[in-house]
């Protein structure tokens, strides 16, 4: 899937807003990718899944265990991720503030993971999942999103694999630009600021 086509899966689920957002980083921009619209009908979050699988290199997608995403945007990617795969589906969450496996959820010490986000733009919650999914026994083999918002930028540690990278710009408080200050913020993410 080329980068228009993943594009106009975004606009054609109403996906791609443009206004004033608050990002869940604490930044500010003029777009949002509402990653829970694109995924909101099966076919589309199947077919996103199956176009991201292909950008894994062969050799990992073969030595994978387990798909493990945080909760809560990368929930449906994740379980759509795992169907592609042919593997077992988890989430960690933060019921204290900290990502944890619950529900039951366990890895095997050494399990290898695929560790899998909606869209990525510090990386911090990804390197949290990732330490919580270390911190359960499971050894991190790469990290996957449907959106790069830092166009290639990130650092998570390990391989990094987004379906499309773009560079919205995002801005800190004190540096947001006149005309978006302007407009009061929108917080459309799921996630509190820390």
């Known amino acids: 899937m080329q980068d228009e086509e993943v594009l106009a899966e975004f606009r054609a689920s109403k996906a791609l807003l443009e206004g004033h957002f608050l990002l869940s980083s604490g930044r500010h921009s003029a777009h949002y990718l509402q990653c829970a619209r694109v995924l909101m009908d099966p076919a589309r979050a199947a077919r996103l899944a199956i176009a991201l699988v ?85 050894k991190v083999v790469a990290a996957a999103a449907l959106v790069d918002r830092s166009a290639g930028a990130v650092d998570l540690g390990v391989p990094f694999y987004p379906l499309i990278a773009i560079n919205f710009p995002t801005y800190a408080p004190e540096e947001v630009p006149a005309e978006l200050a302007a407009t009061p913020a929108v917080k459309p993410g799921s996630r509190a600021k820390p």
Not at 65 to 92: T, Y
Not at 101 to 130: C, H, N, Q, W, Y
């Open 54 to 138: 292909g950008k894994l290199p062969r050799e990992l997608r073969r030595e994978i265990d387990k798909v493990v995403s945080p909760a809560m945007g990368g929930i449906i990617i994740g379980q759509e991720m795992g169907r592609a795969l042919e593997r077992e589906a988890m989430f960690v969450e933060r019921p204290e503030g900290v990502f944890e496996l619950r529900r039951g959820f366990s890895l095997e010490p050494g399990e290898k993971v695929l560790m899998v986000e909606d869209v990525v733009t510090t990386g911090l919650s990804s390197r949290e999942a990732i330490k919580a999914i270390e911190a359960a026994g499971g």
